[in-house]
């Protein structure tokens, strides 16, 4: 059974800083693709760092220079280390893991844990 279990998000005031974290079980880990996404009230649910099963990261273009991804996969753990917040950022971020079965994508999804940026 797949089980991804989101900390570490808050209030926070304008231009502070989160770090979110996301432990995965019941999956690959270390051979798993990762990522963020979040939902704000009323808008659709988006891409905010993907974090490969390598390593390797990409953004939206809304975070880039603001927001890091990284894993340890020793950890199960996938982070998100998020600077000068802004009330924009506000929404609930949830960690996704897609996994590969025959051709088909299935997408595992946290429970979602909200940010919330005050101006």
């Known amino acids: 059974q797949v089980q991804l279990?989101?900390?570490?998000g808050g209030l926070v005031q304008a231009g502070g800083s989160l770090r979110l974290s996301c432990t995965a079980s019941g999956i690959p880990f270390s051979i798993t693709d990762m990522a963020w996404y979040r939902q704000a009230p009323g808008k659709q649910r988006e891409l905010v760092a993907g974090i490969s099963f390598e390593g390797s990261t990409n953004y939206a273009d809304s975070v880039k220079g603001r927001f890091t991804g990284s894993r340890d996969n020793a950890k199960n753990t996938v982070y998100l280390?998020?600077?000068?917040?802004?009330p924009e950022d506000t929404a609930v971020y949830y960690c996704n893991a897609p996994l590969w079965r025959m051709g088909i994508k299935y997408d595992n999804w946290g429970q979602g844990t909200q940010v919330t940026v005050s101006s």
């Open 5 to 8: 279990v989101e900390s570490g």
């Open 81 to 86: 280390q998020m600077n000068s917040l802004k």
